[in-house]
């Protein structure tokens, strides 16, 4: 218990002061360190089946949307406003049902409902990308839809508590670190701290997705 209450303070004391020794250095703003340190935050508590990354998160939603509008990725900022946010709260109190000493209890998303997401994901990615590419100034419109789409899904199933979630979020970290790479070498605004909170997410997100197969609750 000493062990788990000294980790509870010590990882966000690190993201904190990592985040704010490569802003200052990279000479990044103050909103560029805050979605670095939510974003990872938000990502390490999801891992370890902690409600407070829906909190978090929507702290993320915010300053993520003001630094994706500002590298005029339009639909980053209609995801995080419009979907993600209500995912974040609407998720804080779901899992508030099923808690179980801080952490949630998972379970399998099977077969037929996994193939059934695919085809959503695919589907509703060419759907946003059209809807998407009529914005005037948009870019990297299939990167920007089917990153959003993908992790639009992932987090319904991370609120609904599927293990498969992380699986989804494993491709969206693939499509997400190479649309911040272009950003980032395009010169874009923050784009650095989004790219490291990135980085940040695939490997977080391996550690997760591990845990959370190695613990699912059959349906």
């Excluded at 949307?65 to 005029?72: I, L, Q």
């Excluded at 077969?111 to 948009?138: D, M, Q, R, W």
């Amino acid at each position: 218990m000493k062990d788990k209450n000294i980790k509870q303070v010590l990882v966000p004391f690190l993201v904190c002061l990592i985040s704010i020794i490569i802003g200052v250095t990279t000479k990044n703003t103050f909103v560029g360190m805050i979605v670095l340190i939510t974003g990872i935050l938000n990502s390490y508590y999801g891992s370890i089946g902690n409600k407070i990354n829906f909190p978090i998160g929507v702290i993320n939603n915010l300053t993520l949307s003001y630094v994706a509008y500002m590298n005029h990725n339009y639909g980053l900022v209609i995801f995080n406003l419009v979907f993600f946010m209500p995912i974040n709260i609407k998720g804080y109190f779901e899992w508030g049902k099923h808690d179980n000493d801080s952490e949630v209890e998972n379970r399998g998303l099977g077969f037929n409902k996994g193939i059934l997401t695919i085809v959503l994901s695919i589907v509703s990615g060419l759907i946003i990308a059209y809807l998407l590419h009529l914005i005037p100034g948009e870019r990297l419109t299939y990167l920007d839809a089917f990153t959003n789409v993908i992790s639009f899904i992932a987090g319904i199933l991370l609120m609904l508590r599927y293990n498969e979630s992380w699986i989804l979020y494993l491709v969206n970290n693939v499509l997400d670190l190479t649309l911040w790479i272009i950003n980032f070498k395009d010169g874009g605004f923050d784009s650095l701290m989004v790219l490291l909170m990135s980085v940040m997410y695939l490997t977080i997100n391996v550690y997760a997705l591990f845990k959370w197969r190695g613990n699912d609750e059959k349906l």
